[in-house]
């Protein structure tokens, strides 16, 4: 009985444990949904709402790619993870895709096995204070304590600027974004410092947002973007297209609302068409119906939509587009064509 | 013989198999071969997964700079470092609470365990109710709670300062930890260590001297007493004779944090106090244990031959109960150290939280990293056994 049990047990870790992953499409679509995985939780980018419904910035292209794949942008498993436990995660096989406002960097792409799709966010490290602390630079918190959270590279750009600017201070690794807060909060850190969208999504999610100040400096860059595991390029390829579809919509003036009606048939302007699938068979090419972008955009909208919705001027984070608008406004937002 | 030899192979298994004896060990060398081959395979299939995604196995990014900063450090590091001195800091790190954990959770522990005997009923309850909340809650839980209640209780630096939460006004109480006077030996203090060191043999000494008068004369010379002037008061007199060779280097509040004096973190206290307080409560019961499971004869019969109360306790109690507290409190210190991997939950820097987080982290060096990490509680624990092992050894009963 006893041999039974452990040789069944055996049997069932042999049929999980196995990670060779070659045709992640094909596992997706047998399983029914995509596996995403997100943080555990980041007011604006991934959170669960009231509801208990995944959302945000980063969880609606999440849905935007399950919607190119299924054409229904609910099939979407998220999968919540610490900034430590996310690539391993990745390479593990928990999840097929990766968009947790993850830094791109040379080591991470090339070292951890991992394939960046695009940057979806530019983003940048700051510090936040407490306004009676009476700081108004970063050059002025020698020999403060500061928050990070760790396994992130905010730890390494903030030994890296204090260094160069010969300041000293106390490091607070903390490893969410919630013990983040109640540490900053609690006086046991001056300053946080992560991202400055992630900061601007900390202040607005504190009861009294006024009384805390994210001091001018960004002293690093953070291009945010999604990551899929090295090895498989089809599956690579899918994604970083959903992810330019989704941007190159707001160039070409598609939209959640206009997206059934411009793509019921040829509109006569050559990029909407080949970008909905009224002309040529680009989503054949990536494994999934030519309506694959439409159904991205009409699950979630296109790039400025989904931003507005969840980070943009009018909620509570009120981050401005920035170096995230589109090229023509200024931005860094230049989707390849779509040809 | 000859019938023995024509016996069909098969019938010979199964006699083989319905004899008892053998079948025990057929079990267990099958077992033992299923083993090899569930290692061998988990083993395999981790080496081929890592070259199917192109990691090799290397330990070269030890000799990186590490990049990062920790808060707490035993010997010099700063972000220029290497992993590998990273990983040493937080090994010592992690010895420091594991070290003082034990130290407090047994100091405790023995308090409790006795004070849970005694016959005044208000404080058995009160003990009896404190050792069954403290050890029926998970620990983590208990780390948490303290670590809260320290950041979020205590004042701000500046606000230690105004509101007097000092002690003379040379050690403050805050939410980034307690800092106290750092002591700096000036050279002169050599005279006072050796002193100390001399003490110690002269305690010795004085303890064997004390051991053979017993013997020839029966007359009980003050071991305890000469032996703390000997340790203690020699190097004091030592200290004050040359002069106080010590600077001391005081707290001061600059900008936002004390500088100088040397601080306890919270982080550490926190780790420390709870992990040392749970592991009091289960050390407690077995003190308890261990002690009753001396009859109380032996006591009595100390008694009846005139022997006083606390020698009782010193000469036939303690002893025959140490043989049954030592085994299990064995256990419980390598659970203390084992828990001290939890420091991660309150961004302590110990082993785990550095070469086991962070270095693995910016690495990606997942396989090497926990190999370290795991060879290295592997080691703590089997050199706590060890010592415990001899030490049982030593008080074992001696039995003619």
Known sequence: ?339 | MASMEQTAPQMDLLRLWRDKNARAVIIQILTIAGLFFFTFWIVSNAVTNLETIGKGYSFDFLFEPAGYDINQYLIEYTNRSSHLTAAVVGLLNTLLVAVTGIILATVVGFILGVLRLSKNLLMGKIVYTYIEVVRNVPVLLWILLVHGMLISSLPSPKASVSDGWDFLGVSFLSNRGFYLPQPNPEPAFWATVIAFFLGIAGAVVFRRHARKVQDATGKILPVFWVSVAAILGLPILVFLVTGLPIVWSFPELKGFNFVGGFAIKPEFMALTLALSLYTSSFIAENVRGGILAVSHGQTEAAHALGISNSRTLQLVVIPQALRVIIPPLTSQYLNLTKNSSLAIAVGYMDIVATIGGISLNQTGREMECMTIVLLVYLCFSLLISAFMNWYNKRIKLIER
């Open chain 1, 1 to 339: 009985m006893k041999l039974k049990t452990i040789l069944v047990a055996g049997a069932a870790l042999a049929a999980t444990a196995t990670v060779a992953h070659a045709d992640t499409l094909a596992d997706v679509k047998a399983r029914g949904e995509l596996n995403c995985i997100v943080t555990t939780g980041l007011v604006g980018f991934a959170y669960t709402d009231e509801n208990g419904q995944w959302r945000g910035f980063d969880a609606d292209f999440c849905r935007a790619t399950a919607a190119a794949i299924f054409g229904d942008g609910s099939k979407v498993k998220f999968v919540p993870t610490t900034g430590k436990t996310r690539f391993t995660a990745l390479n593990a096989g928990e999840g097929d895709i990766l968009y947790r406002n993850t830094t791109e960097t040379m080591s991470r792409d090339v070292d951890l096995k991992l394939s960046f799709l695009g940057i979806n966010y530019y983003d940048g490290q700051g510090f936040m204070v407490k306004k009676d602390l009476g700081v108004t630079s970063a050059k002025e918190l020698n020999g403060a304590s500061v928050c990070i959270q760790t396994g992130t590279t905010t730890e390494l750009n903030l030994a890296d600027y204090f260094r160069a600017n010969d300041m000293s201070y106390e490091p607070v690794p903390i490893e969410t974004n919630d013990e983040a807060r109640a540490n900053y909060l609690s006086g046991r850190c001056d300053v946080y410092t992560t991202d400055a969208s992630g900061l601007a999504a900390t202040r607005a999610s504190l009861d009294d947002p006024k009384n805390h100040i994210v001091l001018p400096e960004i002293i690093s860059k953070e291009p945010l973007g999604p990551a899929v595991r090295q090895g498989d390029e089809a599956w690579g390829d899918l994604t970083r297209w959903v992810l330019r579809a989704v941007i190159a919509a707001e160039e070409y003036g598609v939209t959640q609302e206009n997206v059934a009606e411009l793509s019921a048939g040829p509109t006569g302007k050559p990029d909407v068409d080949r970008l909905l699938g009224t002309e040529g068979n680009f989503g054949e090419m990536i494994g999934l119906g030519n309506d694959w972008a439409a159904n991205a955009i009409k699950a979630v909208g296109n790039y400025g939509e989904i931003f507005d919705r969840n980070i943009g001027p009018n909620t509570e984070l009120g981050i401005e587009r920035g170096l995230n608008a589109q090229w023509y406004d200024g931005g860094l937002m230049y989707a390849a064509p779509i040809r």
